[in-house]
Every structure is written in structure tokens, then in C-alpha cells.
């Protein structure tokens, strides 16, 4: 028997099965006009710190008369979407993938947008177009599924999404649902829901799960989840399926995987010694608290670097500044200094990106392979002083390394929403680093968490071999750098179903270092699996739109490797810079068929979803209320059970995990905890789009 997962809360209205989260349907940008939201909802379903978020909201239009409307939503940096649909007067429509950037402009205002749209909304929002205008107290409902890979440091990932609506909307939401499911092969030691009390939290070890519901209460705090994983169970774990001929997107591998190694080195090994820059932006719009937290940041840094290393600091605006004229050794005398040094920068001036690299890479010519040469780069706008060309600045950086013949690694820190994504990216990538880009408060926060992963590297020049030779096109390519209580994510595809050795060389502390592991992988179609197609695709996109930043944009090869990228978007529903949610040329549905695009989704049959009945019935005081599932679904029941007079008592969510066979128990209480009273009652069950009742009596 399946063990379902229970939840037990008080559902006003829901439009949709389905969970769902938080974007905006916009009247009119510019003045702040926007549907009201009426239900939102997010599930999560993370294995091995590859989260699957679905995203259903459900807006009405109040505004008294019909609406041009576009939906926007603040997807994260790192999120890919895989799926959209929307649903207007009960019938869902599917977007398509089509060719071409997305569509940023929004209704009203001439491209003005309202400052709190634009806060909400962050540096990568999705676009989609509603091609009808919505008629006036009509409501429309949208179903967004994107890929997301959570962040793991030191055994503890952290899961967060944008439910903070209050830029949006003050008023009361009518329900929030979050659902967070977790399969892991370590051990769970702990879960928590940070931001919410939760009505469940269930942990069974090698998989757990968060419920929770509010009601008539304004959206106006982010779910935050954590979790932590034993620290003692290192090493790779791995998933894999094999498509059906008929599924497989292209003529490649039938085969797709993806494993999470954290490699366990021996303590007895030492620390490696560090060459270490810290690159500061000074300009002006750096002022306030931007450059109190990098301050505070590079205080940290600076405090916990260890024995035997060597530093420098450099600032710059349009003048370029240096704590010392070379890399000084890491003593307490001079980390003194540089804590005075720190505390006296200042905000001013213009932004010399390529004059502060200038200064801080001829300071790396003296070191040596047994080092771990690092840059830090911290920085919150353009390029607007000496080069400004992103091609020109990294054409000049990897000019001045490569005159040196060392081997540096730079990790970008973009802060806010005015930095050079595309400069910062391919920096980091060329250089064997990490780009990542924060808000506005969170600097000190993540960078003083980065460099505590940073400051001792498992392996440097990571690569990884497999035998036999049956894996291809595996991703990420080049492979980063490894560093303590980091994970190492890598998908790829395969041809023959045979235990594979995953090898993985690189060097440590000076010496060389490989690690060893067995992946399994599957000769079959694991259907939960699936979802590692996206994963592999986006991972691809992302190896190519490196390639595709270092080519001349108008060059032959670009076009090509652009070309590459949209195929493989369109082919995998996978968003990229280059392709867009449409939704032209939906079709119509009626009662018996919901059109979705061009294809149709049939409601669940008798033989997919069976109503086995209650047990025992008659009964005195709980029975249990059973029913199974034949067909492979990921979603939520509701069981609702009402009494004669039609009144909803009770009301129950159970989570589908695949075919198997599902009960709830009621224990004869309504849902304020009293007593229900002898009698018959109504239970129904909804899943997809199809409902089953039954007829039970309570004897007492």
C-alpha cells in the first residue's frame, strides 16, 4: 500500500486542484492597476535538491468592465520554465513554445513602469501575453511549472519563494497553499518551514513533507524552507530514466541522468593557502546600505581568512585604490590595517571595471600551482569609465592572465538590478568561478555564507571520467571548482543501461586528488523521472549561451550556436533568452474535453481513478475513506465530506505520488473539532478533472 500523505485544513474556494504561487496579471503598469488576486498556491517537489515548482494563482477582474491583460511573474534567477497554462470561463489553454525573445513590454504607461512592480517583479521576470481581454467579473487562472536547482551549503539547502505580495495587493488573499515534498538519498535531519507556521511537517527520513494554509489574510511574507541533510552520509547519489522512442525529443540518447556528489576528503589533509583579492565598486551608486554591507562582507572576509594565506584589497570608482601594493601575508597585524582600511571606503564616482582588474591581476604573477588563486568581485551597476564593451573587458582580462601563465578563479557578486548579467556570467564561467546576483539586502549575508564554502577546495580543475564510455553530453562543461560543503550537480545522457565509475580528478592542497563512485543506471522508464529531461536541456542551454557571449554577436557561429539553443528550447519546453511562452492560436474545449493548445486532455477514466468505497460503514466513531489511482499523477486529491443538509464538516488533501492505492481516515470530528452527529453523509473525491462520491452513515 502507497503511504499518502495527510493534510487536514479548512479550504474556502479553490478554482483549481493544482498548487500554485505568486505572479501578477497587469492592467496597467504604469499607474499600479492590477487584477485582484483571489487564491494562491505553490507545491514544490524536490529530489535531491532538484525542485519541480508548479505555480497556479487565480485572479478576478473587479475592475467593471472588460481588461487587456498580461501576466508577469518574478521568476528566480536560476529558474527555468517548462510549462503554462491559464484557464478562462473552465476551459485550460497551453502556451507554446515559439521562437524569439519575450515580449517585456507591459499594458499602460508607454513602458513606464509602477516601482513596486518593478521591485516585486526582480531581474528576471516571465512575460506571457493574454490574448483575449478578460470580461468584467470574470476570473482567470494561471498554472506556471518551472525547474529550479536549490542552493546546498554545508549539509543545509534552503528553498525560497516570492509570496510577499504586498507591493501588489494590501487586501485579504481568499486562500495560500503551500505544499513542499521531499525525496532524498541521505538521510533528512531536520525540516522547517521558517517563514509560516506550518499545520504539517512530517519527516520519514528518506523523505518529508511541509503542508500549509491561511485564509482571508493578506500575502505579505516569502515561504522560506530549510532542510538538513546528515553530514555523515557523503558521496553520489544519482537518478536516471530511459524514454520510450516516442518521447525522446531528438535523435540523441534515449537515456537521461543526474547525480549529486559531495565528495568526503580525509581530515588529516591540510588547508590549502589562498592568493586572495577582494575587488570593491565604490562608485556612487554603491551609496547607502549596498556599500555598508559589502563593507561589513569584506570585514568577514578579511577576519576569517587562514594561516599562511595572502590578500590584498582593491577599490575603485573611477580611480583605482589599493590597501597594499602587493599580496601581504595574512597576520594580525595586517588584518588590522585592513579592517581600518575597510572601515573608511566610501561611495563616489563613476565605475572602471576594467582599470580595477587591471591592478589586481599583475599581483598574481609571483604565485605558484600550489595556491588557489581567487578574486572576489563585488559590484552593482555597468561598466561606465575606461572600457566599457563586455567583449572588450573580457578580451582584456584573459589577455593579462594568459601574459602571466597563472590560473585564477573569479567569483562575481552582482548587486541589485542595474549589473551586467552577460559580463559577470561569462567572467565567472571563462575563469572556473560562480556569478551569482543578490538584492540589495541580502549581500552580507550570502557573500560571508560563499566564502565559507570557498576557503577550503576539495578539488581545483575539477573534471570527471566515466567508464564505460556509454555517457555523452554531460553538463555542466567545464565543471567548477568543488570547495567544502559544496554539492556537485551534473546531468548528462546515455546509450546502454550498465553500472557506470564515476571518476573525479582534480588537485587539493597541492596534490593530486580522485574520488571514485558507482552509478546505476536505469534500463527503463521511470516515469517520475521525466522531469531530468528539462534538467539536461537547461543545463545545455546554459554550456551554449557561454559560447554563444564569447562570439561576435553577428558572426556566423553565433547565429549557429543561437539556432542550436532554440531548437533545443522548442524541442524540451525549456524557456531561453531566445524563445517565448505564446499562447496564439489557442483552440475551445467543452464538457467532456479541455483543449490545451492544439492537444486535448481527457478527464481521468473509471479505470484511471477508482472510488473503492469507505471502511466500515456503518461505523462508530472514524472510517476510512479509500480510493485508487492507475494512472502516473503528481498532484493533489481533495476529499471533501458534507452532510445532508449539504453543509462541507470536513475537508482533506491527500498528495498523489504515482499509481498505488490511497485512504484518509475520518475520525468523526468536523473540522472545529466537534462531534458529528449520528447519521449519512456525502464524501467526494476530486483529482484532475474528474469527482467520484459515496454515501456513508455514522451509527452511535
Known amino acids: ?68 491583460i498580461k501576466y508577469a511573474f518574478p521568476m528566480p534567477e536560476d529558474g527555468s520554465a517548462t510549462e503554462l497554462k491559464w484557464k478562462v470561463s473552465g476551459i485550460w489553454y497551453t502556451a507554446n513554445f515559439k521562437p524569439g525573445p519575450q515580449d517585456t513590454t507591459l499594458p499602460g504607461g508607454g513602458g513606464v513602469i509602477h516601482p513596486n512592480l518593478s521591485s516585486y517583479l526582480g531581474g528576471t521576470p516571465l512575460y506571457f501575453n493574454i490574448e483575449d481581454s478578460l470580461k468584467a467579473d470574470s476570473s482567470i487562472t494561471v498554472q506556471l511549472t518551472y525547474v529550479q536547482l536549490l542552493k546546498y551549503e554545508f549539509g543545509t539547502v534552503k528553498f525560497e519563494y516570492p509570496n510577499d505580495y504586498s507591493l501588489i495587493q494590501e487586501g485579504p488573499v481568499t486562500s495560500q497553499i503551500l505544499s513542499f515534498k521531499l525525496l532524498s538519498g541521505r538521510t533528512i535531519d531536520s525540516l522547517s518551514l521558517l517563514s509560516h507556521t506550518a ?14 494554509s491561511i485564509y482571508e489574510q493578506p500575502a505579505d511574507k516569502n515561504y522560506v524552507v530549510h532542510y538538513s541533510l546528515n553530514p555523515e552520509e557523503l558521496g553520489l547519489f544519482g537518478m536516471s530514466t530511459v524514454l520510450p522512442d ?5 535523435s540523441l540518447q534515449r ?5 549529486v556528489a559531495e565528495p568526503n576528503p580525509p581530515e588529516s589533509t591540510d588547508i590549502i593557502n589562498k592568493v586572495f583579492t577582494l575587488i570593491i565598486d565604490r562608485s556612487g551608486s554603491m551609496s547607502g546600505t549596498k556599500m555598508e554591507q559589502a563593507k561589513n562582507a569584506a570585514k568577514f572576509i578579511v577576519e576569517n581568512l587562514n594561516e599562511g594565506d595572502k590578500f590584498n584589497i582593491i577599490d575603485f570608482d573611477d580611480i583605482i585604490t589599493l590597501f597594499r601594493e602587493s599580496h ?24 572602471d571595471i576594467c582599470g580595477a582588474f587591471a591592478a589586481a591581476i599583475p ?3 609571483s604565485t605558484d600551482a600550489n595556491t588557489a588563486n581567487i578574486i572576489i568581485f563585488l559590484t552593482d551597476g555597468q561598466a561606465t569609465a575606461g572600457i566599457t564593451s563586455t567583449p572588450e573587458i573580457l578580451q582584456y582580462i584573459n589577455d593579462q592572465i594568459n601574459l602571466r601563465d597563472t590560473t585564477l578563479t573569479i567569483f562575481n557578486f552582482g548587486i541589485g538590478l542595474d549589473v551586467n548579467h552577460q559580463l559577470l556570467t561569462l567572467m565567472a564561467a571563462e575563469h572556473n568561478g560562480l556569478a551569482e546576483f543578490l538584492e540589495n539586502d541580502e549581500v552580507q549575508e550570502r557573500i560571508t555564507s560563499f566564502y565559507m564554502k570557498i576557503r577550503n577546495p576539495v578539488l581545483l580543475n575539477t573534471k570527471v571520467e566515466f567508464q564505460p564510455y556509454t555517457v555523452a553530453d554531460a553538463f555542466p562543461n567545464p565543471l567548477p571548482n568543488l570547495y567544502k560543503g559544496q554539492q556537485l550537480l551534473v546531468s548528462g545522457r546515455y546509450t546502454e543501461a550498465a553500472p557506470v565509475n564515476v571518476k573525479l580528478t582534480g588537485t587539493a592542497f597541492g596534490q593530486p586528488a580522485e574520488y571514485n563512485y558507482q552509478l546505476s543506471l536505469s534500463n527503463s522508464d521511470i516515469e517520475k523521472n521525466r522531469f531530468l529531461t528539462k534538467i539536461w536541456a537547461k543545463l545545455k542551454i546554459e554550456n551554449l549561451l557561454v559560447h554563444y557571449y564569447s562570439l561576435d554577436a553577428g558572426s556566423d557561429e553565433a547565429a549557429a550556436v543561437k539556432d542550436q539553443i532554440i531548437d533545443i528550447s522548442l524541442k524540451f519546453g525549456v524557456l531561453s533568452p531566445f524563445t517565448n511562452l505564446s499562447g496564439d492560436n489557442h483552440g475551445g474545449g467543452n464538457a467532456s474535453a479541455v483543449e490545451q493548445g492544439n492537444n486535448k486532455i481527457e478527464p481521468l477514466s473509471n479505470f484511471d481513478f477508482e472510488l473503492t468505497g469507505n471502511f466500515p460503514n456503518p461505523f462508530n466513531p472514524g472510517t476510512k475513506i479509500i480510493f485508487i489511482v492507475n494512472k502516473t499523477l503528481y498532484e493533489a486529491a481533495v476529499i471533501r465530506i458534507y452532510n445532508m443538509l449539504g453543509e462541507l464538516i470536513r475537508e482533506y488533501r491527500v498528495f498523489i505520488n504515482g499509481k498505488g492505492l490511497y485512504e484518509v481516515y475520518w ?21 484532475g478533472n474528474t469527482v467520484l462520491s459515496g454515501k456513508m452513515c455514522l451509527l452511535k
Do not use: H
Not at 246 to 250: E, F, H, M, R, W
Not at 255 to 259: A, I, K, P
Open 667 to 687: 475520525n468523526g470530528l468536523t473540522e472545529n473539532g466537534n462531534a458529528a452527529p449520528s447519521g449519512n453523509y456525502i464524501y467526494v473525491v476530486s483529482l
Open 363 to 365: 599581483q598574481f604573477s
Open 255 to 259: 537515456g537521461f541522468f543526474l547525480f
Open 199 to 212: 499545520q504539517t511537517i512530517q519527516n520519514y527520513g528518506d523523505s518529508a513533507f511541509i503542508y500549509f
Open 246 to 250: 516516442s518521447l525522446v525529443p531528438d
Open 1 to 68: 500500500m502507497k503511504k499518502a500523505f495527510l493534510f487536514i485544513s479548512i479550504l474556502f474556494f479553490l478554482l483549481y486542484s493544482n498548487l500554485s504561487a505568486s505572479g501578477v496579471m497587469v492592467v496597467d503598469a504604469k499607474n499600479g492597476i492590477y487584477l485582484t488576486m483571489i487564491s494562491s498556491e505553490v507545491s514544490v517537489s524536490v529530489e535531491n535538491q532538484v525542485a519541480v515548482i508548479t505555480a497556479v494563482q487565480t485572479f478576478k477582474n473587479n475592475l467593471g468592465a472588460d481588461e487587456k
Open 328 to 351: 601581504v601575508p595574512f597576520n594580525q597585524e595586517n588584518k588590522e590595517a585592513a579592517l581600518v582600511y575597510i572601515a573608511g571606503l566610501g561611495a563616489r564616482g563613476m565605475t
